[in-house]
């Protein structure tokens, strides 16, 4: 699971949340988005074989879509399962923080994304 800034805290609840199911996940907390970390990202990808990337940014045109496309181009052959990419809904992000919490990606959806990439999980719950 790649992602960064305040994500992170969510990813790592999805991790958790893994493991209790069997599932090692791997989190990469990108401190950069230029520079992108590119080996970190790829030794991860040689051991997991997967790549998950949660952003609160827009799904078109985000940095995820950057981080998948990147990687795709350096690591395809070792991917076993088409990359996946959760990302903040198709909205204007609100101020109120009740609102916001429910335009970001939650833990629930992360854990359902890495098992549908580990084919554990082929329908939405």
Not at 59 to 74: C, K, Q, S
Not at 85 to 92: D, G, L
Request: hydrophobic residues 45%.
């Amino acid at each position: 699971i790649v992602t960064y800034s305040r994500m992170l805290d969510l990813c790592l609840r999805a991790a958790t949340q893994l493991a209790q199911k069997g599932i090692e996940a791997e989190v990469i907390d990108l401190r950069s988005l230029r520079p992108i970390d590119w080996d970190t990202c790829k030794q991860s990808l040689d051991k997991t074989h997967r790549l998950l990337v949660v952003e609160e940014d827009s799904r078109f045109a985000g940095a995820g879509a950057e981080i998948v496309a990147g990687l795709t181009e350096r690591c395809f052959f070792e991917l076993d399962a088409a990359p996946d990419r959760i990302a903040a809904r198709e909205m204007p992000i609100p101020f109120n923080a009740t609102l916001e919490a429910a335009s970001i990606p939650r833990p629930s959806e992360i854990v359902e994304a890495a098992e549908k990439l580990c084919g554990i999980r082929t329908e939405p719950a």
